[in-house]
């Protein structure tokens, strides 16, 4: 009877040994990368293997740090089919992302977040990141890896992290479901340019040559920085970069499939600092368009990406054809047209934003008739029919211009001395009473005059100014028939400048006394206008000299 017994038991025991275990034993790898741009932005990106059906649905959580400042996010299976996902707020501190139905073993997560909301006052830049993403199943391998600027370097970090150059990572096993870790990293060195705006204009030459210019207006929110680095289509060439003063030092060179562009602003740019650039490359013809001589119709495909990563809800398009060229479709439609030139104001459908370097860029499609030849012709037959027009009117009035001619002739000795003499004395005395005037506002700004005492006399010199100015504009026509065209060009051209000068600065002080432009910046920015003032003024100088020595 025991041995009975004994064998029970032993058939038992076997039985529950062989039985198949329902515990999952779940094999899933993770592997999170995040990435923080020069931009500020902050990319979460979340690479799961190892699923299996009786996974779905599964979740994630987050630090509500970051939930708050999600600008954009997708799951997407290894196919690239897009999974619903829904983002619930659990506490105060955390909030819990749920991945709707999986239908495959290899999903992809991305999640990009605005980082310059997470910027303190100082130079030091503090990250509070999910290492453990809080998955609510068995990880048997976690791949974590943080990338930063080349710049930066990482000032407070978990002692388990491993280190390299602009680079954090981690490698754990055997996570149990729901392990959730945050950890804190700060980092230095790292300038983070925000863009408030930009606007993209696109050029299709006459040749076919399509050109590109990004025009953007950035805010430095991190440290210090005397460059800027866009990364352009690696088929681009000549590029190119400007401000409001000309031209910038830049450099390009290839890196993998882009084109990176450095750029130096015209001073370095401090924590605080907004600035405006405008940079533009070009696609050679026969690259995007090419305008053969018996083709007529062309069509352009282009996507209208940003040469800097960027999350816009709004996006501003400008495209200039060739004259004479006619559209026969465009997309996107909402479009306007005006001289050649079509405008375009894409906004936001949804919650997707225009622009964000998770997803694909809008792309430009346009179809439009241009004939080389007789683009080139019909300027040329335009200009024919007008000098028939004049050589008809020369020869009917022939005899009454040589008349006037020789009167002027005769007139002009006497005239032009006295008017030569006149336009010297006025020009002398114009740009002396500029001098008394900054000189007056310099004093002024120093403390050393009262307002109302500096109101009477530079409200006297500009009256005075503006009687000059009368004076010069009614000798004009008679330095020009006196041989000094050419100079009477050159002081239009450095009037004008100089009162896009007087414009200007005004503007500066008034944005500085306000508080809109730190000093350093102001400083720097007079400096520039008043170079441009004296340039002019020696300009000026120079062509007035040139017609009392004749």
């Known amino acids: 009877m025991p041995r009975i017994r004994l064998y029970t038991l032993l058939i038992a025991a076997i039985a529950l040994v062989s ?177 408030e705006e930009f606007i993209k204009t696109i050029t299709i030459s006459e040749p076919g040559d399509v050109v590109v210019e990004e025009f953007y207006r950035i805010l430095n929110m991190g440290s210090s920085t005397s460059q800027v680095v866009f990364n352009l289509p690696a088929d681009a060439c000549e590029a190119d970069a400007k401000d409001e003063f000309g031209k910038l030092q830049s450099s390009s060179n290839t890196e993998g499939d882009a084109l990176k562009l450095t750029v130096k602003p015209r001073y370095e740019l401090r924590k605080g600092d907004r600035y405006s650039l405008t940079i533009s490359y070009k696609f050679p013809a026969g690259l995007l368009v090419e305008h053969s001589l018996f083709k007529e119709s062309h069509k352009l495909n282009m996507e209208l990406g940003s040469a800097l990563p960027i999350v816009t809800r709004s996006l501003h398009v400008d495209l200039k054809l060739p004259s004479y060229s006619t559209i026969v479709d465009v997309k996107p439609e909402n479009y306007t047209v005006n001289d050649n030139t079509l405008n375009w104001i894409l906004e936001t459908n949804g919650y997707i934003p225009v622009l964000s370097p998770i997803r694909p860029p809008p792309t430009l499609t346009l179809n439009y008739k241009y004939n080389v030849l007789w683009s080139s012709l019909k300027p040329v037959l335009w200009a024919l029919c007008g000098l028939a027009a004049v050589a008809t009117i020369y020869y009917v009035h022939k005899t009454r211009i040589l008349k006037t001619t020789e009167a002027v002739s005769k007139a002009k000795p006497s005239a032009a001395a006295k008017g030569i003499s006149e336009f ?36 006297k010199i500009k009256n005075r100014i503006a009687e000059i100015d009368k004076t010069i504009e009614n000798l004009k026509p008679t330095i020009r028939l006196a041989g000094f065209s050419n100079e009477v060009t050159a002081i239009e051209e450095a009037e004008t400048d100089l009162s896009i000068c007087d414009v200007g600065l005004s503007e500066l002080r008034n944005r500085y006394r306000t508080g809109k432009v730190s000093k350093h910046v102001y400083e720097r920015l007079l400096n520039e206008y008043n170079k441009r003032i004296r340039s002019n003024e020696n300009r000026i100088r120079r062509a007035v000299e040139t017609i009392s020595s004749s």
Not at 29 to 41: A, D, F
Not at 159 to 175: Q, T, V
Not at 429 to 457: F, P, V
Request: charged share 25%.
């Open 19 to 195: 039985i198949p275990s329902t515990q999952s034993t779940n094999s899933v790898i993770y592997e999170r990368r995040v990435i923080l741009y020069s931009t500020g932005l902050i990319l979460l990106e979340d690479r799961i293997s190892g699923l299996t059906e009786s996974d779905k649905p599964f979740t994630l959580r987050f630090p509500r740090n970051i939930t708050d400042n999600l600008l954009d996010y997708k799951a997407e299976t290894a196919d690239g089919l897009n999974l619903n996902v829904n983002v619930v707020k659990l506490t105060e501190n955390e909030a819990v992302v749920e991945v709707i139905s999986p239908v495959s073993s290899h999903l992809r997560l991305l999640f990009l977040v605005d980082g310059s909301t997470l910027i303190g006052q100082t130079d030091l830049f503090t990250l509070y990141i999910p290492v453990y993403p809080g998955l609510n199943m068995d990880i048997a391998r976690l791949n974590f890896t943080l990338t930063v600027l080349e710049a930066a370097e990482f000032k407070d970090y978990p002692s388990d992290f491993n280190k390299s150059a602009g680079k954090l990572w981690l490698l754990c096993e055997n996570l149990e479901p729901e392990a959730f870790r945050v950890e804190r990293i700060s980092i230095t060195g790292s300038p983070l340019i925000k863009v």
């Open 424 to 459: 010297i004395s006025a020009y002398e005395e114009k740009l002396n009473l500029r001098i008394e005037l900054r000189d007056l506002e310099s004093n002024y700004l120093a403390g050393n005059m009262s307002r109302a005492e500096y109101s009477t006399r530079s409200t």
